[in-house]
């Protein structure tokens, strides 16, 4: 009785079996697409080798790539919590001190000569290294990849034209130009950086912004290459932490769980929006909450109170709120959106108690988020004009786009023709495309409950809308407004008495 109840479980674990022996013969035959005399494999067995001769410990890792742009970190077998994947010695990281002392010493420059381009330094300095055969850091520079085609600051001239209306286009201008701005200077203090042209030290500058570790040494936070820990793909659920440790004088990635053999090892570059992943990484991830986009709110010369009002809104004549569908940082960005659209639309000096002044809060205090105050309508009239105001804001933005989201959704799913980088491009326009929806259903939604206050003179509050932004605002801001203007219209009504 015993073996016949075991069956199914036998059953499983052969099932299993059989499913893990078909899953590594695959990663067998895609390790066998580069064999180990590619240049790609031969460059990681030269990393390898160089790193473990420096001191360096390789746990059991394994790299493979696909093509000669991307690749894969795996495990070559179970790797246990909290177990040590990497250690990198303090001597084979680089950063833009070490970059900095290394050009000085090489008397390439003076001390300060270059001041203020902190983050130029490791590019200038690994576009001369490259130049010498017999380097140090070789081994290094030698796995970079060669192609950063995928970073929108090298697109074509049509992928560019794809992203018309996003803050993305603008941002690519901005780059582009701050780094031929650093190549000019750069050049006048090294010369022999000229011979190898804008486009390659543009080629490292982007290389160094997509690898670099924010870690700290001898408490001095810094920005640091650290090689091998560089290649690890991202994950919004990493199974890897990483950590700059003094007393082991190194750069240390551990496993955070169990990491079954075969797997592909992810950490974590941060919670960003796809504008961010795609500038600094290449990448974008499907449907991120954190996509952001840019309102410029700005108040009117022409009002007759512009003078009292930028006073209250100082130090600065328009906002630009990057707002997105996190819950991170909502709370305050609304405070800020509709304190700005109140005073926008208030056609009044307003009173000493009415004053509100508009701050940015730092990210570090967002632990104290829940007890923000979010604002009170300065009127019933005011909040509904502010709202309405807000979805002529969103419709000018949203005009500045030549298709509509819906018109991309179905391109993005449709056209198969789509390269890579277009369909990144897609991607971050339907993102931002749904914060602006986001914003529109939130100012449609709390204007609703302002017509049915305004008709039947109660406060009804809508729930489980599915915007979350909508269900804060009406809740602790709307809702008890209105339930307090009912209250006072009550006390107000003269009582009647008893015969």
Not at 174 to 189: A, G, N, P
Not at 201 to 229: C, E, Q, W
Not at 235 to 260: D, L, R, T
Not at 338 to 351: A, G, H, Q, S, T
Request: glycine share 4%.
């Amino acid at each position: 009785m015993r073996a016949i109840e075991s069956l199914p479980a036998k059953i499983r674990i052969h099932s299993k079996i059989q499913e893990l022996d078909a899953k590594y013969k695959k990663e067998k035959e895609e390790d066998s697409k580069f064999s180990e005399d590619s240049l790609e494999m031969k460059n990681y067995k030269e990393l390898k080798e160089w790193l473990t001769k420096e001191g360096a410990y390789i746990g059991p890792i394994k790299l493979r790539y696909y093509n000669e742009n991307q690749r894969k970190v795996y495990s070559i077998r179970g790797i246990k919590e909290k177990e040590c994947l990497l250690h990198i010695p303090k001597k084979l990281i680089l950063t833009p001190e070490i970059a900095k002392q290394e050009l000085i010493n090489n008397k390439i420059i003076k001390d300060n000569e270059l001041y203020g381009l902190e983050n130029s330094y490791v590019a200038i300095f690994l576009l001369l290294e490259e130049q010498k055969p017999e380097s140090f850091w070789r081994p290094y520079i030698n796995i970079f990849p060669r192609d950063t085609s995928q970073f929108p600051i090298f697109y074509s001239r049509s992928e560019h034209r794809l992203l018309e209306g996003s803050q993305c286009f603008c941002k690519i201008v901005k780059w582009q130009t701050e780094f031929v701005l650093e190549y000019e200077r750069i050049i006048r203090v090294i010369p022999e950086i000229a011979k190898h042209g804008s486009g390659r030290f543009s080629h490292y500058r982007m290389i160094v912004l997509s690898k670099h570790f924010g870690i700290t040494i001898d408490n001095v936070k810094t920005n640091a290459l650290v090689p091998l820990a560089d290649m690890f793909n991202f994950n919004v659920k990493p199974q890897i932490s990483w950590k700059y440790k003094n007393e082991s004088e190194g750069f240390v990635a551990k496993a955070n769980q169990f990491i079954h053999c075969g797997a592909e090892l992810y950490e974590d570059y941060g919670c960003k929006s796809n504008l961010r992943y795609l500038m600094c990484y290449g990448f974008v991830l499907e449907d991120n909450e954190n996509d952001e986009v840019e309102l410029v709110i700005g108040l009117n010369e022409s009002d007759h109170n512009y003078q009292d009002k930028l006073r209250d809104v100082e130090p600065f004549r328009g906002l630009k709120l990057y707002f997105d569908r996190s819950k991170r940082y909502y709370q305050w960005k609304l405070i800020i959106l509709l304190n700005y659209m109140r005073l926008k639309v208030y056609d009044k000096i307003l009173k000493e108690t009415q004053k509100f002044r508009l701050s940015f809060l730092p990210h570090e205090e967002e632990k104290g988020i829940e007890a923000i105050d979010l604002g009170n309508p300065i009127s019933i009239t005011n909040e509904c004009a502010a709202l309405l105001k807000l979805l002529e804001v969103i419709e000018v933005r949203e005009a500045e786009y030549p298709t509509t989201l819906k018109q991309d959704v179905k391109r993005l799913s449709t056209d198969e023709s789509l390269t890579h980088n277009q369909k990144n491009c897609m991607k971050l326009l339907i993102g931002e495309k749904k914060v602006l929806q986001y914003l529109t259903e939130f100012a449609n939604l709390a204007l609703d409950v302002i017509k049915i206050f305004n008709r039947e003179k109660k406060a009804i509050f809508k729930a489980n809308t599915g915007n979350e932004l909508y269900e804060v605002y009406a809740k602790n801001v709307l809702t008890p407004f209105l339930e307090e203007l009912v209250k006072k219209s009550a006390e107000s009504q003269p009582k009647t008495s008893n015969p």
